[in-house]
């Protein structure tokens, strides 16, 4: 398990429901402004929509390796987080402030970012992202309860 910070020359996969979708239209040209490349699993407007059309292959790509972390954006963050916690090696948490974050990452080697859209502003989900990003996993006691997982 490596404890270092996400590697840039993977994508961040990224997806969100209809609540979600202003959100991740904004965190996706944050992250490219912070030399990330993202790849959008939708959806791609406000339509009403199923958030686990976007949340299994926002973890799939995760657990195959073709994205170095993702984020998921839904009303609750519950329903995004639930399905893409379904998924071999993930390990989804649902946050709502920058030190909860920083905590997934530091204590749970978290690798996918859930985000309540109704419940956070737009600019802590930002810091969240970044916060998120750029925390490493501590490792040490931390690893053995994660690989418990």
Not at 14 to 42: R, S, V
Not at 72 to 92: D, E, F, P, Q, Y
Request: net charge negative; proline share 3%.
């Amino acid at each position: 398990m490596s404890n270092l910070t996400f590697d840039k020359n993977l994508p961040i996969a990224i997806g969100c429901d209809h609540a979600g979708f202003d959100y991740k239209e904004n965190l996706k040209k944050m992250l490219a402004a912070a030399g990330w490349q993202t790849d959008d699993k939708g959806t791609y407007s406000t339509d009403s929509t199923d958030y686990p059309d976007y949340a299994h292959p926002v973890a799939l790509m995760v657990e195959e390796g073709r994205a170095a972390a993702g984020i998921l954006v839904c009303g609750s963050g519950n329903g995004v987080c639930m399905t893409a916690n379904k998924h071999l090696g993930i390990r989804a948490a649902l946050c709502w402030n920058e030190e909860l974050a920083a905590l997934a990452r530091q204590h749970n080697n978290a690798n996918v970012l859930c985000i309540p859209s109704r419940f956070v502003s737009y600019a802590v989900a930002e810091l969240m992202a970044d916060v998120f990003l750029n925390t490493a996993f501590e490792g040490g006691r931390h690893e053995k309860r994660v690989n418990k997982i």
